[in-house]
């Protein structure tokens, strides 16, 4: 795998469109890797940061195959070079990690997907998702080492061929804590294809640091 970091420039005509459209964030940063996306080897994921209002927008992407950042338009980012990333797990291994999610559920019936409201509701989420990818949370004195760092709607167009117009609000969630690792493989694998969905929103980069 490989993680690549980008400082988007303001003032880039593009970079703004991008901010404002997720959609379309993850089609330019697809561009990078779009031979490997075309064979079916690569499994894109992204993250715009929480940063402070007078600071630049930065935007992590994890990446299966080394993506190639010349191909974005002159000005649109400062782009630091893409790091190698392969870790090793251990079963009982304990992590520091930052998850920005859309924790949500299906109506029954409907199949209509909704936001979670409480906090309870939402670690209880993150917990199942993570226990069926080869993690569990932490637990303390006061309960599992999460919190939530962000929570937000993220808004943006429908896609086209539904038959409906305008926007759609999308539930983003930062969580941040501490995680086990319980099964190594399934841990990977996890951490390739990311948790929950809205993949090409921003959501489900797994990120994990001693």
Do not use: C
């Amino acid at each position: 795998m490989w993680i690549s970091k980008l400082v988007l420039d303001p003032r880039s005509k593009a970079a703004r469109r991008d901010l404002a459209n997720p959609y379309e964030m993850h089609r330019t940063l697809s561009r990078a890797v779009s031979q490997a996306l075309q064979a079916g080897r690569e499994r894109l994921l992204w993250r715009l940061e929480p940063t402070r209002t007078h600071e630049r927008p930065v935007v992590l992407v994890q990446t299966l195959t080394e993506p190639d950042w010349s191909v974005l338009e002159e000005g649109y980012a400062e782009i630091f070079p893409p790091k190698p990333f392969s870790p090793v797990f251990r079963p009982g291994q304990s992590l520091r990690f930052r998850l920005r999610a859309n924790p949500s559920k299906r109506v029954a019936g409907s199949g209509k997907r909704v936001a979670l409201k409480t906090y309870g509701e939402k670690v209880a989420w993150l917990q199942r998702r993570l226990a069926e990818g080869g993690f569990r949370l932490v637990e303390g004195e006061e309960g599992f080492s999460v919190r939530i760092l962000q929570d937000t709607f993220l808004e943006v167009p429908r896609r086209k061929g539904r038959g409906e117009r305008g926007k759609m609000q999308i539930q983003a969630v930062l969580f941040e804590g501490r995680l086990e690792v319980v099964d190594p493989e399934q841990a990977r694998g996890t951490l390739e294809r990311g948790i929950g969905p809205g993949k090409a929103l921003g959501l489900g980069l797994l990120s994990l640091a001693p």
